[in-house]
Each structure stands twice: as structure tokens, then as C-alpha cells.
């Protein structure tokens, strides 16, 4: 019986070794996938993180539930059906005018510097992939976003941390972001 149990219990440790590895090594392992309501747009979440309501804010709001001040979400906005993302600027420019108008306008304290900004093609869609830090009077938080136009409307999905924690979530934040695909 004690034979037994022992080779039970190195199987039990086995398998869920063997588990724990499968899902390391996934490509989207310890990401959740998260669907429109109308089955329009689709893209990946951290598991872990929750989904919060607001109200007169982004359509979607996710936070990470032990670093609650890790923060998702994605901004919906209308435009007209003849715009497309290149009609607005470069990615540069584009990047410009969100900090100036939605994430730091004038009066708010908050001051925007642009890492990086980039244009990335993927399925028939042009995407603008930023950068930002963002310093605020007591903190700075580091942002990544992605910006598209599809039919008539501007998305924007955007990640935000505590500069503190950049470096071990860039490679999350990352997936991300370009995760965002249209499905219709």
C-alpha cells in the first residue's frame, strides 16, 4: 500500500508538472481572450485581471486584481467612414494629439514623453503601436497603446502600470496590445 501511494503521488506531481510546463510555454499562456458583445473585435487580457464597469468612460476596463493599479481598457470612439488612420497623421503625430486631448490636456499636471511610436500592418488593418510615459506629481506611469480605424470607427486599447513594474510586465503589455483583431 505505502508503494503504492508513493508511485501515485510521483504520478500526480508528474502530471501536473507536466501541466504547469504546457502552460508556460504557450504563446498566449496566462492570457484570458475577450470578445465583443456583437462579436466585432477580440484581443487577450492577462488571467488574473478582472472586468470593471464605468460609466461615461472606455467601453472596457480590465485591472489586474493584486496590482489593482494595472490597468486595460479600450476607448471606442465614431468617426467618418472616409477616415482612415493615415488621414490623421503619422504615428508620431497621431500619438501627439491623444496625449494632448484625452490623456494630458492642458490644466491636468500631467506631462506625456513618447517613447515610441510605430506603424504596424496586420490583417488589412494599419495599426499605430505608442509608447508614452506618463509623470504625474507623485509617480510616473509607463503606457503602451495601439490605435485603428475600422469601418468608420477609432479604437483604442491601452495598458498602463506604475513605472516601477514596467520592466517585468513590458512582454505582457505587449501581447497585449497587439492582440486587438477585428473578426467581422
Request: aromatic share 10%.
Amino acid at each position: 500500500m505505502v508503494n503504492f501511494l508513493r508511485t501515485s503521488s510521483r504520478f500526480l506531481f508528474a502530471f501536473f508538472l507536466a501541466i504547469l510546463l504546457v502552460a508556460c510555454n504557450s504563446n498566449t499562456g496566462g492570457m484570458e481572450s475577450f470578445q465583443s458583445p456583437d462579436g466585432r473585435y477580440a484581443f487577450l487580457y492577462p488571467t488574473g485581471w478582472t472586468r470593471v464597469a464605468v460609466n461615461d468612460g472606455p467601453q472596457v476596463v480590465f485591472h489586474d486584481l493584486i496590482n489593482s493599479d494595472e490597468t486595460l481598457s479600450l476607448v471606442v470612439s465614431k468617426v467618418d467612414e472616409s477616415i482612415d488612420l493615415s488621414k490623421l497623421g503619422d504615428p508620431d503625430s497621431v500619438g501627439v494629439a491623444i496625449f494632448n486631448n484625452v490623456i494630458a490636456p492642458e490644466g491636468t499636471g500631467r506631462e506625456i514623453e513618447l517613447v515610441e511610436a510605430k506603424a504596424r500592418d496586420n490583417n488589412d488593418h494599419t495599426f499605430y503601436d505608442l509608447e508614452y510615459i506618463v509623470h504625474l506629481q507623485n509617480r510616473d506611469r509607463h503606457e503602451l497603446a495601439t490605435v485603428v480605424i475600422d469601418r468608420g470607427t477609432l479604437y483604442t486599447l491601452a495598458t498602463s502600470t506604475n513605472e516601477t513594474r514596467w520592466l517585468r510586465v513590458k512582454n505582457l503589455f505587449e501581447t497585449v496590445v497587439t492582440s486587438l483583431t477585428f473578426l467581422i
